[in-house]
């Protein structure tokens, strides 16, 4: 079965940088799209971040472009997302998702999930 396991979460201050992790098992994820979405207390899951496993395009959302990286390392089947100039607005759940064949910006369209991890940046 796939597995997704997030790990990498923290408190950090202002301006600090993170890099979560997400380690994948349980099949071949050359034809997936991974992402990476975030959910804040009280609102929407929202989507931060997707590379195609194969060939490596990536795609963000407007509020963490340029302040953000995802990547993948094929030989560990772990997709990072790098994190840069963290402010207390990007303070939620991170969670890793993975998604068969195209790229969506929407959560219901990917099949599988981690657990999530938790980054809170103080002010």
């Known amino acids: 079965q796939v597995r997704l396991v997030e790990s990498g979460g923290g408190l950090v201050q202002t301006g600090d940088s993170l890099r979560l992790s997400c380690a994948a098992s349980g099949r071949t994820f050359s034809s997936y799209v991974m992402a990476w979405f975030r959910q804040a207390p009280g609102k929407e899951r929202d989507f931060v971040a997707a590379i195609r496993w194969s060939g490596g395009t990536t795609y963000y959302a407007d509020s963490v472009k340029g302040r953000f990286t995802i990547s993948r390392d094929n030989a560990k089947n772990t997709v990072y997302l790098q994190t840069s100039s963290l402010r207390p607005e990007d303070t939620a759940v991170y969670y890793c998702?993975?998604?068969?064949?195209?790229?969506?910006?929407?959560?219901?369209?990917?099949?599988?999930w981690g657990q999530g991890t938790q980054v809170t940046v103080s002010s």
């Open positions: 998702a993975a998604r068969l064949r195209g790229l969506s910006y929407n959560l219901n369209q990917y099949d599988y």
